[in-house]
């Protein structure tokens, strides 16, 4: 059977073997975490944690976050064929992915990662989603951590040496032995409301609280 170019790269061989060379290229970086202790604490406590970060910056936590299967965490990620060759790396590090986005699938996808994050208490989420703009905190976010009791954690990665694609989100790729900063923010809570204006002041404040991490 002939596969196409796309349905190629998201073939089980493929994702596999890629997965395996993201495994060996992680292991050349030399990583740096920060603030970890107080939200695993509180996880391990019986809490509820989302990890956030934004879409440029994930690459650099992959190898660290192959830490937490244990948790049984979850991640949502699109139905697009990017999405595929990322979710298939993501289930090989530990992380059961749910597929959707705010573009296609994402009140389905929202709804199961609520009802995973319930049971498991982690979770991870791109806060500008799989295209953008860059800077732009999706709604998605909040009513996950209003539906599941979630504390928002922040999360930011820095190389020392790397390359910036040219991608609506300057995409990081940190060259290999490069020292690389993982750092978390401090928790945060945002009440549950039903008053929109209160819910976009929440949107907005964790949009300040993160972009001066994002990588211009």
């Not at 498991?120 to 500008?128: C, E, F, N, P, T």
Request: proline share 4%.
């Amino acid at each position: 059977m002939n596969l196409k170019p796309k349905h190629l790269l998201t073939s089980e061989l493929c994702v596999s073997i890629l997965y395996r060379f993201i495994r060996a290229y992680s292991w050349t970086l030399r990583l740096h975490i920060e603030n970890e202790s107080d939200w695993l604490s509180h996880l391990r406590k019986g809490g509820s944690v989302l990890l956030c970060t934004w879409h440029q910056q994930f690459f650099s936590a992959i190898r660290h976050f192959q830490n937490y299967a244990g948790f049984n965490p979850s991640i949502m990620i699109s139905r697009s064929n990017d999405g595929a060759i990322i979710a298939g790396v993501a289930e090989r590090s530990g992380w059961h992915t749910v597929r959707g986005s705010s573009s296609k699938g994402g009140i389905t996808a929202l709804r199961d990662v609520t009802t995973r994050l319930r049971k498991s208490k982690l979770a991870a989420h791109i806060v500008d989603g799989p295209r953008g703009p860059a800077g732009k905190v999706k709604a998605g976010v909040i009513r996950l951590a209003h539906q599941t009791n979630s504390v928002i954690v922040p999360f930011y990665t820095a190389a020392e040496n790397g390359w910036y694609f040219n991608s609506w989100d300057k995409f990081v790729l940190p060259r290999p032995f490069s020292k690389v900063h993982l750092r978390f923010g401090d928790m945060l809570t945002f009440s549950p409301t039903d008053d929109k204006a209160e819910f976009e002041t929440q949107r907005h404040k964790l949009e300040e609280i993160m972009r001066p991490g994002l990588i211009s």
